[in-house]
C-alpha cells in the first residue's frame, strides 16, 4: 500500500536517479518488479522516503540546519 501511494509521484517524474550509478538497474527492476519481486527491502524503503519527503518537506534536515547556521553567523547565499 505505501508503495501505490507514491506511484503517482514516480509517474510524475518527480524521482531522479543518478544515470551512472552501479546500483541503478538492480533498484529500478525491484522497483518494476514490485511486488512480486523475490526482495522488496529497496522498494519499501523507497516508499517510506518519498513518504517523509510529501510530509516533512523536500528539503533535506542537514541542509535545512546548515542554512539556519548560515543565517545565524549571518551569510548570505543559503537559500
Do not use: C
Not at 509521484?9 to 538492480?26: K, M, N, S, Y
Amino acid at each position: 500500500m505505501r508503495m501505490l501511494a507514491q506511484t503517482p509521484t514516480i509517474e510524475q517524474g518527480l524521482v531522479h536517479l543518478p544515470e551512472t550509478a552501479p546500483w541503478r538497474a538492480d533498484y529500478i527492476r525491484e522497483l518494476t518488479s514490485f511486488p512480486k519481486a523475490k526482495y522488496d527491502d529497496q522498494a519499501d524503503s523507497t516508499a517510506q522516503a518519498l513518504e517523509w519527503f510529501a510530509t516533512n518537506g523536500k528539503t533535506p534536515g542537514i541542509i535545512r540546519y546548515y542554512q539556519q547556521e548560515a543565517k545565524r553567523h549571518g551569510q548570505s547565499g543559503a537559500n
